[in-house]
């Protein structure tokens, strides 16, 4: 019965998508033969100064470079995996990354008496787990209080309270939907939702780029990719690949280096024209110092606005980094608006707390998570099946 089920509340919305996609990809495709090259994204006037333009693009942004999305070789395009209830995975992932926090939890708060030492044993594993010092002093604070007033000892109750106290360190009451509806111009013109994408490399952006178009396909939105890491050649194919498979289209520039604010101002163009809902927009996070970081991004927000509003700033960060990352959120939380955090490989580590620690650092929510290297990877964060996920015995 739970297998007839899951084919008529997954399969058949699966199959449409696919068809859908398949569609798009072909209309795309054709697009491609009919209207010659898709964006042309742009450089910086070599001497910095505003470029009277014509064709809307903002001053300071010249077009002196053709940028076409090259004939990488284009994979079959596939339907992506339904987005509800993903997160579920994290059980299996979680248990094979070692015995996670709420199971170690559990383990000391269910003996006999609670000594001292045991209250201690359960500070260290939180901070062992990067919840970090604050939240950590609340939760054990609030645990001795409950256990002390309500005097549970018994399995299923010390497990319910345990439950109660993580999700409310996790906090259900933030809003964790994404700004993806497109909006409007003063004009009364629609425009894309544009998200950009920000955080250091290597912590899972151009994949989470790839995997976040997958999901917003799955969920029947149109979609277009600005590959403003300009940084390596090998990123904009990387993100060009993952959009193939969805049939979405990615904007890039042909040379390392270019002005990733032009790059991203084209893709935006491009969502506009074509009608598209969303434009994610993958950035470099190379730059050593702040002070490069800002202008940065404080370029591309700039430029972009002159086309459509970003409405979601997102932060990836790596799980498993710990303390690192945070620092790491520190500086972006500063310097780009943050508006919301994917936490990456959460598969690859048994420490759940830095989702606590982070929204503490940074008072944004965790609103997606990376779960794996697959494609489909990727789910919404939801604090009840997380803290499920942490309690799994
Ligand atoms: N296990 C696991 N691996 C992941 C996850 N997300 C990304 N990765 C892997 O992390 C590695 C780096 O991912 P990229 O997307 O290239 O990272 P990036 O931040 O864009 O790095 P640059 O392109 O070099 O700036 C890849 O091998 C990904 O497959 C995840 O949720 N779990």
Redesign the pocket.
């Known amino acids: 019965m739970n297998d007839f089920l899951d084919v008529l509340v997954f399969g058949i919305p699966a199959l449409l998508v696919g068809g859908a996609a398949a569609y798009a990809g072909a209309r795309l495709r054709r697009r491609g033969r009919s209207d010659g090259p898709p964006a042309v994204p742009t450089t910086d006037a070599v001497d910095g100064s505003a470029v009277p333009t014509t064709d809307g693009t903002p001053p300071g942004v010249a077009v002196d470079e053709r940028v076409e999305e090259p004939a990488l070789e284009v994979p079959a395009v596939e339907a992506p995996e339904p987005v509800a209830g993903r997160l579920v995975r994290l059980r299996e992932r979680l248990a094979r990354s070692g015995s996670p926090l709420g199971t170690r939890l559990l383990a000391v708060l269910s003996r006999d008496h609670l000594t001292e030492d045991d209250w201690d044993e359960i500070e260290e594993t939180l901070l062992l787990a990067d919840v970090g010092a604050g939240p950590t002093t609340e939760l054990v604070d609030r645990l001795r209080e409950r256990v002390r007033v309500l005097g549970v000892r018994e399995p299923a109750a010390v497990r319910a309270l345990l439950r109660e106290q993580l999700l409310e360190l996790v906090d259900p009451s933030l809003d964790r939907s994404l700004a993806t509806t497109p909006g409007v111009a003063d004009d009364g013109s629609p425009h894309p939702a544009v998200v950009l994408v920000v955080?250091?490399?290597?912590?899972?952006?151009?994949?989470?780029v790839g995997k976040l178009a997958r999901v917003l396909v799955a969920e029947g939105r149109t979609v277009v990719l600005g590959a403003a890491?300009t940084?390596?050649a090998a990123?904009a194919d990387?993100l060009q690949t993952w959009g193939a498979r969805v049939g979405v289209p990615t904007v890039r520039s042909d040379r390392d280096g270019a002005d990733p604010a032009a790059v991203a101002f084209d893709a935006v163009s491009r969502g506009s024209a074509e009608g598209a809902d969303v434009v994610l927009v993958?950035t470099?996070?190379?730059l050593q110092n702040k002070a490069g970081l800002m202008d940065e991004l404080g370029k591309i927000t700039r430029v972009l606005s002159r086309r459509a509003p970003v409405a979601e700033v997102l932060l990836?960060l790596d799980a498993t980094t710990g303390q690192n990352g945070l620092n790491q959120a520190r500086v972006f939380g500063e310097v780009a608006g943050v508006t919301g955090i994917v936490l990456?490989?959460?598969?690859?580590t048994a420490k759940g707390g830095i989702v606590v620690a982070v929204q503490r650092e940074l008072g944004v929510p965790v609103k997606l998570?990376?779960?794996?290297?697959g494609p489909d990877?990727?789910a919404p964060f939801e604090p009840e099946a997380f803290v499920d996920g942490l309690l799994q015995g």
Request: net charge negative; aromatic share 4%.
């Open positions: 955080g250091v490399n290597g912590t899972g952006k151009t994949t989470t890491d940084f390596r990123a990387q993958d470099a996070g190379r990836v990456t490989k959460l598969d690859g998570v990376g779960l794996g290297e990877d990727l």
